[in-house]
C-alpha cells in the first residue's frame, strides 16, 4: 500500500527546499568565516548561528517529507559566493540570498494551494513567517551600517556596530507583533 500524501510535483519541489536551506547553510557559514577573518567577531557569531538555523530548516523539510511518506532526497550544495568585498556586500549579497528563498517558499505554498494540498499549504506558512523575520533581521542590519556611515564607516563606528551586532538577538521584531503599547 502507498502511503505518500505529497504529490511528486510536492515532493520534488519540497526536496528542491532541502537543498535551498543546505545552500543557504553554507553561504551563512562561508560569509561568517569571512567576517571572523576581517576581525568583525560579532558579524561573525550572529553568521554561524544562522547558518545552524538554516540547516535546521533544512532538517524542518526533510522531517516533513519523511513524515508524509515521501522520500527526501540529498543534492550537491553549490560552492558558496566568493568573500564580499565589504560589510555592505556581505549584508546586500544576504540580503538577495534570502529574498530568493521567499520566493522558493512561496512557491511551495503556491503548489500547494493549487493542489489543494493543506497539510503542505499549512507547513509552508511557517517558513512564510520565518522569512519575514529573516528579511527584516537583514534590513535592520542594513539600516544600521548605513547610520554607521556604510561603506565608508569608520573603524570606530564599524567596531561599535560589530559589538551591537554579535549581542543582538536572532529574531528580528515583526510589525504583526506590534500594538500601541509595543510599537
Known amino acids: 500500500m502507498n502511503t505518500n500524501r505529497l504529490s511528486k510535483p510536492i515532493e520534488d519541489i519540497l526536496n528542491k527546499q532541502v537543498t ?3 545552500n ?3 553561504i551563512y557559514l562561508s560569509y561568517a568565516i569571512w567576517a571572523d577573518s576581517e ?5 561573525a557569531n550572529l553568521l554561524f548561528r544562522h547558518s545552524g538555523e538554516e540547516r535546521n530548516h533544512m532538517m524542518k523539510v526533510i522531517d516533513y517529507i519523511q ?3 515521501g522520500r527526501a532526497k540529498i543534492s550537491a550544495l553549490d560552492a558558496p559566493p566568493k ?4 560589510l555592505q556586500e556581505c549584508f546586500e549579497k544576504i540580503f538577495q ?6 520566493t522558493a517558499i512561496y512557491g511551495i505554498v503556491d503548489l500547494s494551494l493549487k ?3 493543506w497539510a503542505t499549504w499549512n507547513f509552508g506558512q511557517w517558513f512564510v513567517k520565518e522569512q519575514i523575520e529573516e528579511e527584516t533581521l537583514v534590513m535592520d542590519l542594513l539600516d544600521k551600517l548605513k547610520l554607521a556611515g556604510g561603506p565608508k564607516a569608520t573603524s570606530e563606528s564599524l567596531l561599535y556596530l560589530d559589538s551591537k551586532i554579535g549581542n543582538q538577538e536572532d529574531d528580528a521584531d515583526l510589525a504583526r507583533d506590534a500594538d500601541v503599547d509595543n510599537p
Open 24 to 26: 543557504a547553510a553554507q
Open 115 to 117: 493542489e489543494k494540498d
Open 39 to 43: 576581525g568583525y567577531a560579532g558579524v
Open 20 to 22: 535551498q536551506e543546505g
Open 67 to 69: 513524515e508524509r511518506g
Open 97 to 102: 540570498h534570502e529574498v530568493d528563498n521567499t
Open 83 to 86: 568573500d564580499p568585498k565589504n
